[in-house]
């Protein structure tokens, strides 16, 4: 009898997931896609959350930290007007991707802004 519930939120939590994941594709796939090029790449460590109960594992083991690739874009995005230069700082992976200065990227930002930018993939 109390079956209902855990069934209505197992189900509110599966339509709003394909919600989302719905609306990134379709940003994705309909936003004016930019072609941004890396102009600086550095790697940086991180410190990597185990959950709860993270400080007292700090304390027994210590910290646990990972090293990813930050690197520094510019892409120029248009309006129906004008045409404006973006650069922006963000994480593009890890170390063993192998990025480099000069690579070409295929990102897609947020409508109006410079902000928000989702890469797509690399260019050959």
């Known amino acids: 009898m109390r079956l209902w519930w ?34 600086e790449v550095w790697d940086k460590q991180i410190r990597v959350s185990r959950g709860r109960g993270s400080a007292i594992a700090d304390l027994v083991v210590g910290p646990t930290y990972e090293t990813i690739t930050m690197g520094r874009i510019q892409f120029e995005r248009s309006s129906r007007v004008k045409r404006y230069t973006c650069t922006m700082v963000l994480q593009l992976g890890k170390p063993n991707d192998k990025y480099r200065v000069g690579e070409k990227l295929d990102v897609v930002p947020a409508t109006g802004t410079c902000q928000r930018v989702d890469v797509i993939g690399r260019l050959p």
């Open 6 to 39: 855990p069934l209505l939120l197992c189900g509110c939590l599966l339509f709003v997931g394909a919600l989302v994941f719905g609306l990134r594709s379709w940003r994705l796939s309909h936003f004016p896609h930019a072609v941004a090029t890396i102009t």
